[in-house]
Nanobody, 123 residues
């Protein structure tokens, strides 16, 4: 069974940094189709990811471009989101979304969500 586990998250001051991690297990697939979604306090989760990885291509929302960076650790099967120069408007719960393409167990293919982690940026 595929399981997505998130870690990281913190409370920081404006200008601080946080690193989020996302690990998927329970199958035979690469973490090369991952999106990070934000849900601000009192709002619904945003429909578009703030950052996403598709194969070898990373894209970022304009609001985080130049401050957030996705990286992968193939050895450990993890994807990280490095968040620098944080602003109060970055505050929220961040969710990792993983698309699984398992050629050995194709019945598990599909999207899976992490449990979410909190990032709070104080002014």
């Amino acid at each position: 069974q595929v399981h997505v586990e998130q870690s990281g998250g913190d409370t920081v001051q404006t200008g601080g940094s946080v690193r989020l991690s996302c690990e998927a297990s329970g199958g035979f697939f690469r973490l090369d189709h991952v999106g990070w979604y934000r849900q601000a306090p009192g709002k619904e989760r945003e429909r578009e990811p703030v950052a996403q990885l598709r194969g070898s291509t990373t894209t970022y929302a304009d609001s985080v471009k130049g401050r957030f960076t996705i990286s992968t650790d193939d050895t450990l099967g993890k994807v990280h989101l490095q968040m620098d120069n944080l602003k109060p408007e970055d505050t929220g719960a961040y969710y990792c979304n993983v698309y699984v393409n398992d050629v050995i167990r194709p019945w598990t293919n599909g999207e899976y969500w992490g449990q979410g982690t909190q990032v709070i940026v104080n002014s």
